[in-house]
């Protein structure tokens, strides 16, 4: 039909104005949930006007996008708030639950994801539900003489504060992003016509242009990863809700402290570890601290302290989740390490190589199974989720005094500094974080094979062929080279054929055919257009630790 393409194009648009409002909507309901846990704990009224004025604009977008039942929803949490600052209802835990879990029913009819967790969610239906009777069960409210309007026109909606959507680029980072461009553009024209004339310049001044062109690119670069650079205050927010929840549930009593929301991590980071830190800090909660009679009958204070921390340090981020709880019961976990097979009967492992097993996939020391924990699985989603990241996990515990995970991040995902190695006609790259030495292979201590040891110092280090663990086949070179990888506590090498330097690495994500297979991260381009493949070190790693044969004895 001849109308057909203009339904299409007008489907499309209809689908970008959807992602728009859902983008303002998400943004919008966190807002609310923060203002209302900020209300829960000191009430007042700049507050509570805070709350009606994002609900109204809510409720605007939501009738505008056609969410009927939503609309319905937010106009009857409005009257609530309305009888809230007439003072016919009184705040008490029980209603800001409600609150907090109208929040989550809105969420749920626009089609977000709610926040809170699903054994403590009440169905959409059944919140309005309450909501509606609650506000029926209050008093009714007296209508001024002079205008017969309720309070509530007192509460018109104000134009709400500008808060950061997804990403917010300052007009003065994209206005020097523009500036570079154009310099870039001018500095290649100069080096393409001075190429073109090369025989009238000498190649010291070709590099210089060269090198000019290549100074401007890395400060565009820069500037770019900078832009992608957001505080991870951001997602610590969403935890407050976590606790509150929580502690309820649990009937502990938790503060929340939180420390470096400004230190700012890229913002893939903060999407893909939202996942992890919630399963640590419900796993604080659960088994970490205790109930109020347990800290208190151990000279505690009834309340505990769950802190989330984040700094810098050494070109990474790092984010730490302590509380003061009873700390991990170091002879539990080894009997359970020793009938899961992690541990032999009568080996004496260090604290680190101890814990490290609460990391292994169906690892659990729970009496019972609950609704937040006992299932054993977790912590090891947790390890590899983290891994992705190309970062690592530490578990710090001391008896009575608590627990603390520790998460080093890299404070981008696009670009690391990489080691190329060569093997056959192919190019690997390396993790330069991951890179402790290179050693040369020795010809007496070289034998076929997937897997290996040498002797390094008077230490075994084995090592990981390869050439043989991606099938590459031909010859073995006259001589190979050894990089020495580490991650965490393990340590391995890696025999590769040659050893081609270091420098910045764009990651690229691998084709479909490279997917799954094992010890791939990911992929990049290099200089002469051929693709290289970035090594997953902990992979590796493991592959090396766990099959290498005993050292060669010198």
């Known amino acids: 039909m001849w109308f057909a393409p ?79 600052e007439a003072g016919a209802l009184v705040l008490h835990s029980g209603l800001g639950t409600l609150l907090l879990q109208a929040v989550d029913a809105l969420r749920e009819l626009v089609g977000l994801r709610p926040a809170a967790e699903p054994d403590l969610r009440l169905p959409a239906k059944e919140v309005h539900r309450i909501l509606a009777s609650t506000v029926e069960a209050a008093r009714p409210i007296s209508q001024p003489a002079e205008n017969g309007c309720a309070e509530r026109t007192e509460m018109s909606p104000e134009a709400p504060a500008t808060r950061e959507r997804t990403l917010r680029v300052g007009m003065d980072r994209l206005d020097r992003m523009l500036d570079l461009t154009g310099e870039i553009s001018i500095a290649q024209g100069r080096l393409a016509a001075m190429l073109a004339r090369a025989h009238h310049y000498t190649p010291r001044q070709l590099q210089e242009a060269h090198r000019e062109a290549n100074r401007l690119y890395l400060d565009l670069q820069e500037l770019v990863m900078k832009v992608r650079m957001v505080p991870i205050g951001r997602t610590f927010q969403t935890f407050a809700r976590t606790v509150r929840d929580l502690s309820q549930a649990m009937g502990k009593r938790v503060r929340l402290e939180v420390s470096g929301e400004d230190v700012e991590v890229d913002t ?26 347990v800290r208190q009958a151990r000279g505690k204070d009834p309340t505990g302290t769950l802190a989330l921390r984040a700094f810098h340090d050494s070109g990474s981020i790092v984010i730490q989740i302590s509380e003061d709880g009873a700390g991990l019961d170091r002879e539990r976990i080894a009997a359970r390490a020793r009938e899961c097979g992690l541990l032999d009967p009568n080996e004496t492992p260090s604290d680190a190589e101890l814990f490290s097993t609460i990391f292994e996939p169906g690892f659990s020391t729970a009496r019972c199974i609950t609704e937040l924990s006992g299932r054993g699985v977790g912590m090891d989603v947790v390890k590899r989720n983290v891994e992705l990241l190309r970062g690592t996990i530490s578990v710090d515990t001391w008896p009575d005094q608590g627990t603390t995970f520790t998460l080093r991040l890299p404070l981008t995902l696009s670009i690391i500094e990489g080691f190329s190695v060569g093997v056959g006609e192919e190019t690997y790259v390396i993790p330069l974080e991951n890179v402790l030495e290179c050693v040369e292979l ?107 044969p005993p050292a060669a004895t010198t």
């Open 6 to 84: 203009w339904l299409d194009r007008m489907k499309s648009e209809l689908e970008k104005v959807l992602a728009v409002f859902l983008t303002e909507a998400e943004e919008q309901l966190v807002t609310l949930e923060q203002d209302l846990l900020a209300l829960e704990a000191c009430p007042g009224p700049d507050t509570l006007r805070a709350v009606f004025r994002t609900v109204h604009t809510l409720k605007g977008g939501t009738a505008a996008m056609g969410f009927t039942e939503a609309v319905e929803l937010a106009h009857t949490l409005e009257d609530l708030l309305t009888r809230l």
């Open 442 to 548: 020795p010809r007496d201590e070289s034998r076929p094979g997937r897997t290996g040891s040498i002797n390094l110092r008077g230490a075994p280090l084995p090592y990981l062929r390869l050439r043989e663990h991606f099938l590459l086949g031909g010859e073995l070179p006259p001589r190979e080279n050894i990089v020495v990888i580490s991650h965490g506590p393990g340590r391995a090498g890696i025999a590769v054929d040659t050893l081609l330097g270091q420098g910045q690495t764009v990651i690229k994500p691998l084709g479909k055919l490279c997917q799954g297979l094992p010890g791939l991260a990911g992929s990049t381009l290099l200089g002469d257009g051929r693709v290289a493949l970035i090594l997953d070190v902990p992979t590796l790693l493991q592959q090396a630790l766990k099959v290498a």
């Open 268 to 293: 893939t980071v903060t999407e893909l570890i939202r996942d992890p830190l919630t399963h640590l800090v419900r796993n604080a909660m659960d088994h970490g601290l205790e109930t109020p009679e």
